[in-house]
Nanobody, 125 residues
Framework: QVRLVESGGGLVQAGGSLRLSCAAS????????MGWFRQAPGKEREFVAA????????DYAESVKGRFTISRDNAKNTVSLQMNNLKPDDTAIYYC??????????????????WGQGTQVTVSS
């Protein structure tokens, strides 16, 4: 069983940056595809970014391309999401997710078996 814990959320002004971290425990995530999703009030959970088990493939939602960067450190059992040039529309609870697979490109929530509790990101205008 993998436990995922997000951190790094907070309140930031538009144009600012935040770095989210996801710490995994219980098992190594080196063989896991990892992703970030977000959910704004009244909206469905949506895909933000994904990284393959090796880090060799990165996928992003169109709305965050060029602004967000996903990365992983398998030695530290962590995944990060660097968010730059934040916009008010980025306001949401951000969730880290994991799936034990060598398949890349998972962009749907149902494809991930493990989830963190989420961290709030609020971007003021």
């Amino acid at each position: 069983q993998v436990r995922l814990v997000e951190s790094g959320g907070g309140l930031v002004q538009a144009g600012g940056s935040l770095r989210l971290s996801c710490a995994a425990s219980g098992r190594t995530i080196s063989g896991y595809a990892m992703g970030w999703f977000r959910q704004a009030p009244g909206k469905e959970r949506e895909f933000v970014a994904a990284i393959s088990w090796s880090g060799g493939r990165l996928d992003y939602a169109e709305s965050v391309k060029g602004r967000f960067t996903i990365s992983r450190d398998n030695a530290k059992n962590t995944v990060s999401l660097q968010m730059n040039n934040l916009k008010p529309d980025d306001t949401a609870i951000y969730y880290c997710a994991g799936c034990e697979t060598t398949i890349s490109g998972f962009k749907y929530a149902y494809q991930y078996a493990y989830w963190g509790q989420g961290t709030q990101v609020t971007v003021s205008s």
